[in-house]
């Protein structure tokens, strides 16, 4: 060919991309996804994994080479494409007999992974629906192949078609397969590969060591029974998980609110990736002003020193704030934490299984990161609707089997899900025996911490009936009537609203925080409750939390 066909025109200050650059780009790093995820994948699947995902990523955008596409390509002058690149590529690995890697050409685009049963019963399996889109492909194939072979070299070492049909993969492969090629495809095509940091786990159990022993030097104030108690289940906690390191995947902590769950749960996730030389850590948390405080407290006790803690503790929910996105340093933050490539990764519990349950190519890309990383899902017991939790057991129980997984499911009131028939009954890992899970904290340490709970708070009841509340001020004079500082629950943004205005219309030295402020804003009031906590002096103290749970 006299001109060097394209694969992606020019855009912006970007020239284009040649079919050459990028399908060679596109081959390496999917090698190179694969080979950082196959060291915890079982064996005996290496060779057929791998030799699917290179074909695939081999062959994925073969249809750009049809003359109508170049064209668009070398003017450009439509947004898409006249005929569905993938379709080629789909075809010829469908003649090949491999419908494996035929699926991940089918899926690299939106609408992602197929059912794979509906495709099936049609009378062209996996190819395009586009009006003589299909004709047209298999009409000229050939010639596209032709000029593939003329374009790329032979030494990419592409695995040769697979001698027979083979078997499904089962859905997590397809899922990780996809992952590798998307990511690379992707990345190849903006030109920026998000590499993890060193993860330097040994360093950072240090590091948090020394910081939970300088939260014991910053208080000097003289303490109570109850606080001296408190620190000590703590310190108790936290000694046990670093320490503990399990026989199996899988294990649950039964640990009270106000124990040091966060960090003694951490530190016990360091221990294992140390010791199983894993990738990364995933905390899985329940709401996102959860993870804002999460995240500080991890960046301040896990983030060495010359580290950029927004790259080694990524923040990954929708409201997370990067800055300003036109920023390249603040778009690369953004990239590494979407893609969860920093070492510690912390989430929403629906970000993390609606990753696992997505067929779509832009959700999946981060998963090939999830082979060989320690999973910590907080009050694992509500992450999901009781309804979704046996799928996502099965895929916690094929992640932490086959893929190098390790799962910490914590919860200040456990349900252990895993013990009814329900969840026994479940066959969706066939023959195979289920991994057990195994209980972090010692029945002895365990009842400590419950006995402390009941010992920590005190429920007191009123139980006068209306008309005691019968309006905002009748309910503010039994607030006030308390000792400070307070916080007041309530169960709608709009009581607390309501509420919290009344206060300050008397003249009350009073706080409002819900949902209905934004994120700036809850940042601000989070930010002046912690200044007021910790000034404890007179009048200080004199003042109301008005919230939302």
Known sequence: ?????????????????SYEDHVVGVVSESRENWKKMCCFVSEARHSLLESTLIRAAYL?????????????????SESRLPIPHRDAGVKHLLDENDRNAAIFVFAHHAPGLPNIMSEKIKAYPFRSNVENAKERTDKFLSEYLKKHTEVLSDSLNIPPAPLEKQNGFSPVEYRMLLS??????????????????????????????????????????????????????????????????????????????????????????????????????????????????AVKVYRKALVLDGEDPVAIVAEHHHQADYGDEENAY????RSIATTWTAPIIVTTAVQFFETLASNRPSKLRKIHQLPGSAVFVDESHAALPAKLMPPAWVWIQDLSKNW???????????????DTAEFKDIKAWK?????????????ELSQSLETFERNRIQNNFQNEKPPHFENKEALANFILSKTGPRLVVMNTVKSAAALALHLKNTNRDVLHLSTSL??????????????????????????????TS
């Not at 994925?60 to 450009?76: F, I, S, T």
């Open 180 to 293: 590798c090629l998307v990511d690379a495809d992707y990345s190849d095509t903006s030109g920026r590969k998000f590499t993890s940091e060193e993860p330097h786990w040994k360093e950072r159990s240090k590091k948090l060591d020394e910081y939970i022993e300088s939260l014991g030097k910053e208080n000097s104030e003289p303490q109570d029974d109850a606080l001296i108690e408190r620190n000590r289940s703590r310190s108790k906690l936290y000694e046990h998980c670093k320490t503990y390191l399990p026989e199996t995947n899988i294990v649950y902590c039964e640990s009270p609110v106000g124990t040091g769950k966060t960090t003694a749960i951490m530190a016990h996730l360091l221990q294992v990736a140390q010791k199983r030389n894993l990738r990364h850590i995933i905390v899985v948390l329940p709401y996102t002003n959860i993870i804002t405080e």
């Open 60 to 76: 994925h955008d073969l249809g750009k080479l049809d003359e109508k596409n170049q064209a668009v390509l070398l003017n450009p």
């Open 518 to 547: 934004t994120p700036n804003d809850r940042e601000e009031i989070l930010t002046e409750i912690y200044r007021r906590l910790k000034n404890k002096s007179g009048d200080q103290n004199d003042w109301t939390l008005v919230a």
């Open 404 to 418: 190098g997984c390790y799962f910490c499911l914590a919860s200040g009131t456990p349900v252990k899900f895993w």
């Open 330 to 333: 603040n778009s690369d933050l």
């Open 1 to 17: 060919m006299s001109v060097q066909p394209l694969a992606h025109s020019a855009k912006k200050n970007k020239p284009p991309q």
């Open 431 to 443: 023959a195979e025996s289920p991994e057990k899970v195994e209980a972090l904290l010692s029945p």
